[in-house]
């Protein structure tokens, strides 16, 4: 039951901050949300840090489990503030859905933009929420690296560029997760935010991105 109702308050919180914005997040304004008695999720979360921690964590760990769901297979433990996986990285020459290796660019590209297209279609709260908390924790260098990293994971990123032959695949990894964060916040918060996302759409500017990696990076450390 415990456990229920921690997940219950942190599913609360993500709402509340998606729809009222995050100084709207207080503990009484959680319990009136989801018409808890007075004080319960103080009595979880004692503080504004710890439910906000607790939330941070929330994310990550559904971002582990649809990427597990969409792979048919289960959950594999991970370690507290880690980053999850999604589909984008285990394009990167592991075995795909019927065991098949990773295809083109293109391939990769739709694989990817089935994930974004996933997040915006069924997580938009938590993209918005966790947007608003990235801000929220610029001090805190350590949940702010937390939040960052909940979605998509610069270790898999590189991976993928590794397999596409990138000279210099960190470089090529933090490009394109920062090219994954600006597709998805402009159509949660940007000006195509209410314009519905295909995959298709988004797969164009990743494929372009994927299929000049390995000539953009052909220089360690280029810029």
């Known amino acids: 039951m415990s456990t229920d109702r921690r997940s219950q308050i942190v599913a609360g919180a993500i709402d509340l901050i998606a729809t009222r914005g995050i100084r709207a997040l207080t503990h009484r304004a959680v319990d009136t949300r989801l018409d808890l008695p007075a004080g319960s999720t103080s009595y979880y979360f004692r503080t504004r840090h710890a439910l906000i921690e607790a939330v941070a964590d929330g994310i990550t760990a559904r971002s582990h489990a649809d990427f597990a769901a969409a792979q048919g297979e289960a959950p594999a433990p991970r370690e507290p503030g880690g980053q999850s996986e999604s589909p984008a990285w285990r394009a990167s020459g592991r075995p795909r859905g019927g065991g098949e290796p990773a295809g083109s660019a293109a391939d ?49 990123a590189t991976e993928l560029f590794t397999a596409l032959g990138a000279a210099d695949p960190a470089a090529a990894a933090g490009d394109f997760l920062a090219l994954l964060e600006g597709l998805v916040f402009d159509r949660f918060a940007g000006l195509r935010a209410d314009q519905p996302a295909t995959v298709e759409q988004l797969a164009r500017p990743l494929s372009q991105f994927l299929a000049n990696a390995s000539d953009d990076y052909s220089q360690p450390n280029s810029e």
């Not at 918005?128 to 270790?155: K, Y």
């Open 108 to 156: 990769v590209a739709r694989d990817v933009a089935g994930w974004l297209e996933h997040l915006l279609t069924h997580r938009r709260n938590d993209l918005i929420a966790r947007h608003a908390l990235i801000i929220e924790t610029l001090a805190d260098a350590g949940l702010h690296a937390r939040l960052a990293g909940s979605l998509f994971s610069l270790d898999r």
